[in-house]
């Protein structure tokens, strides 16, 4: 009997040792297979982020089908999160939780992981190839682009035929992210050029803010229905009763986040003292803007110190003709003189004391916003150089305020050539002559004559205030 009972409990024994010896065996090797995974996926982040910034468009086309890593990890913080004043009322916030959050796709996820790891590594094309026709301080074009590749291919086009083009570093600042443009941006090879994108587009962001929630208020629906609603920016509208459009949100974000980073993010531009032009992807440039530039850079320090903007010239496409080396100074107008704008540092430094001013200003235009700032908030109003003959030429066709059936960016091409080539033995003066000049005691910067909306949501404000704190 004794030995039965011995041996039953040697059984037993035996089998909770074989029992547990598996377990410890199969979470040893889970462990094991968990921690390999992670290294394994950020490798292939780097791998994938850092041949977009020196492979060609080919190879772009790859990148959507990276796998979605923890590199993703870093991207830029999300957009601050606003308690909405509705949002304490406990019926309101139990209807809100009926709403499921968006998910977030894979591929969005690899765009905001590419774009962060862009923004950070900041590689320079043709750097090498352009190092000593590139002197300190030499210009800065950067080019706000969005996702019209045939004007962007104009403005190509353009720069490629201006003397001295390979002085100047070449800036891309997108909000969409498009193998088609990042192909036209890799043809360039006549300066050194770098690309920098947008962290918070409609692309990056299509159902969460900055994009369109599937919970903000529609459009059109008065404040006392969308408070009944319980959408999540109804106490917000604009000043014109209407809540936030995306698509026209957009651009303003993207003005005032690419000043603030070319100047105090780009590491190349640390120290730089020059001039930075700001253009747009549908702009078009005669072949002596960079030597025009000069020009007016060496008549601002010599006769014009207090002029804060130098403008390439304004919409109106006058004959040449007795005009081409002559520049006027007057009070900057939004509606004459946001195309082709050049600004040094100290002009930024003092946008930069506006930024409250500028971002909770209800208008969804960065150039009206501007204009307002001229009379409330900077220390006087803004004073421009600008050229009587235009050195720039608005291509565009076609565009978020240019509503045409079918756009025709080769016709515009051909007009903009024919007034180039007539008036081809204008260009290059040997000098500047301010034929027109504010009165000593002239009437002052101008106010905008209408607010335009579209720029009520705290959100906006609170982010668009942000760019300045990130890093």
């Known amino acids: ?14 089998l909770v040792v074989v029992i547990c010896g598996l377990t410890f065996w199969s979470s040893g090797r889970q462990k094991k297979n968990d921690s390999g995974a992670f290294p394994k996926e950020v490798e292939t982040a780097k791998r994938s982020s850092s041949s977009i910034s020196s ?3 080919s190879s772009i086309n790859n990148h959507i089908q990276v ?10 913080a999300p957009p601050p999160v606003i308690i909405q004043a509705n949002e304490t009322q406990p019926e309101k916030v139990k209807d809100k939780e009926q709403i499921p959050k968006p998910d977030v796709d894979n591929t969005t996820l690899v765009y905001r992981g590419i774009v962060f790891q862009l923004n ?7 750097e090498e190839k352009f190092k000593t026709a590139r002197q300190k301080d030499d210009l800065v074009v950067v080019v706000q682009v969005h996702n019209r590749p045939d004007y962007l291919k104009l403005l190509v086009d353009s720069l490629r035929k201006v ?17 088609e443009i990042n192909k036209v941006v890799a043809s360039i090879d006549f300066c050194q050029v770098l690309q920098i994108f947008f962290p918070f587009s409609i692309q990056l962001y299509p159902q969460e803010f900055p994009g369109h929630d599937p919970r903000d208020c529609p459009r059109d629906i008065p404040k006392k229905d969308a408070l009944k609603l319980g959408c999540i920016n109804a106490e917000y509208p604009d000043s014109f009763g209407h809540y936030r459009e995306a698509k026209f949100s957009q651009t303003k974000h993207h003005w005032w986040w690419k000043l603030h980073f070319v100047w105090d993010r780009v590491r190349v531009m640390k120290d730089h003292k020059g001039l930075v032009l700001l253009i747009e992807e549908d702009h078009f440039l005669s072949p002596d803007f960079i030597h025009l530039l000069k020009l007016m850079s060496a008549l601002k320090r010599d006769q ?13 496409h006058i004959g040449y003709s007795s005009k081409a080396n002559k520049v006027e100074v007057k009070a900057w107008k939004s509606t004459e ?18 930024t409250d001013t500028f971002c909770t200003y209800d208008d969804y235009n960065w150039d009206w916003s501007l204009q307002h700032l001229t009379v409330s908030c900077l220390p006087s109003y803004w004073k421009v150089m600008v050229s009587e003959a235009p050195r720039i030429f608005h291509a565009g066709d076609c565009g978020m305020h240019h509503k045409k059936a079918t756009c025709m960016p080769m016709s515009q091409k051909t007009k903009i050539e024919n007034i180039l080539q007539s008036s081809g033995n204008q260009l290059f003066p040997k000098n500047l002559l301010i034929a027109k000049r504010l009165p000593a005691n002239g009437a002052g910067g101008v106010a905008p004559h209408v607010k335009n909306g579209g720029w009520g949501d705290i959100r906006d404000h609170e982010l668009c205030k942000s760019y300045v704190r990130l890093q």
């Open 1 to 14: 009997m004794r030995l039965r009972i011995y041996k039953r409990k040697v059984v037993i024994l035996t």
């Open 55 to 57: 492979s060609s468009s």
């Open 67 to 76: 796998q979605v890593t923890p590199a993703v990890s870093r991207a830029p």
């Open 120 to 126: 950070f590594d900041q590689t320079i094309r043709n």
């Open 163 to 179: 003397r001295g083009v390979e002085s100047i570093l070449l800036i891309f600042s997108h909000d969409y992210w498009s193998p």
């Open 304 to 316: 014009c110190t207090d002029c804060d903007i130098l403008s390439l010239g304004s919409y109106s």
């Open 337 to 354: 003189h946001n195309m082709g704008m050049a600004l040094n540092r100290e002009t930024y430094q003092k946008l930069v004391k506006c």
